[in-house]
């Protein structure tokens, strides 16, 4: 077969794809500072996460922010109250696996959470007045780009025939007989 002839059997498809890929674990420490000096921390919690992300060079840069809610007692554990405060984060994750037959600059990026910001940790601070709040979250980035992809093709086109030998077989009575009515029953009594 000639060059000529192997090329005929392949056709080139432009599509879009996974073009690259990343996953980032991280752990932040904040440093919280309620109104009272607190006595003791009775709880900590993380809502209202928001993020967006954008692709910069090699990497995907996720920037975000959530509230930190922390429980605490004050006054000799005679009081309690919760202080909030809204953290702001940027996370790069490095792209592993990237295509570089991009075709176009036009990329969208994707983000997911694998981990939502969570509170690992929420301890009193060597000074007494601040807290120190551990928070783990963990991201997984996708870029899709437009890629070129080949495949190949069959030179006698679709065999229409086989499809019909595959799917058409006929199904002769004698052959429900042979079916068991209780098969997907099976022994309900073990």
């Not at 005679?78 to 984060?89: D, H």
């Not at 120190?132 to 899709?144: G, P, S």
């Not at 595959?166 to 009575?173: A, C, S």
């Given at each position: 077969?000639s060059?000529s002839?192997k090329?005929?059997h392949?056709?080139?498809?432009?599509?879009?794809?996974?073009?690259?890929?990343?996953r980032?674990?991280?752990?932040?420490?904040h440093?919280i500072?309620?109104g009272?000096?607190?006595?003791?921390?009775?709880?900590?919690?993380?809502?209202?996460?928001?993020?967006v992300s954008?692709?910069?060079?090699?990497a995907v840069e996720?920037?975000?922010?959530y509230d930190i809610n922390?429980?605490y007692?004050?006054?000799?554990?005679?009081?309690?109250?919760v202080a909030?405060?809204?953290v702001?984060?940027?996370?790069?994750?490095?792209?592993v696996?990237?295509?570089s037959d991009?075709l176009?600059?036009?990329?969208?990026?994707?983000?997911?959470?694998?981990?939502?910001?969570?509170?690992?940790e929420a301890?009193?601070?060597?000074?007494g007045n601040?807290?120190?709040v551990?928070?783990?979250?963990?991201?997984?980035?996708?870029?899709i780009?437009?890629?070129?992809?080949?495949v190949?093709?069959?030179?006698?086109?679709t065999?229409?025939q086989?499809d019909?030998?595959?799917?058409?077989?006929?199904?002769?009575d004698?052959?429900?007989?042979?079916?068991?009515?209780?098969?997907?029953?099976?022994?309900?009594?073990?």
């Amino acid at each position: 077969m000639s060059a000529s002839d192997k090329e005929a059997h392949y056709r080139e498809i432009i599509t879009k794809a996974v073009c690259g890929k990343g996953r980032k674990f991280s752990e932040t420490k904040h440093c919280i500072t309620p109104g009272d000096k607190p006595t003791s921390i009775l709880g900590c919690w993380i809502i209202n996460h928001k993020y967006v992300s954008k692709k910069k060079g090699d990497a995907v840069e996720v920037k975000g922010n959530y509230d930190i809610n922390i429980w605490y007692s004050y006054s000799g554990n005679t009081k309690t109250s919760v202080a909030t405060e809204t953290v702001n984060y940027t996370d790069v994750v490095s792209l592993v696996m990237q295509d570089s037959d991009i075709l176009s600059e036009d990329l969208e990026v994707i983000a997911r959470t694998i981990q939502q910001p969570n509170t690992l940790e929420a301890v009193i601070g060597s000074n007494g007045n601040d807290v120190d709040v551990q928070v783990e979250r963990e991201f997984l980035v996708e870029v899709i780009g437009e890629t070129k992809i080949s495949v190949q093709v069959n030179p006698e086109g679709t065999s229409d025939q086989w499809d019909e030998n595959l799917w058409e077989e006929p199904i002769e009575d004698e052959e429900f007989e042979d079916l068991d009515p209780n098969f997907l029953m099976g022994d309900l009594e073990e």
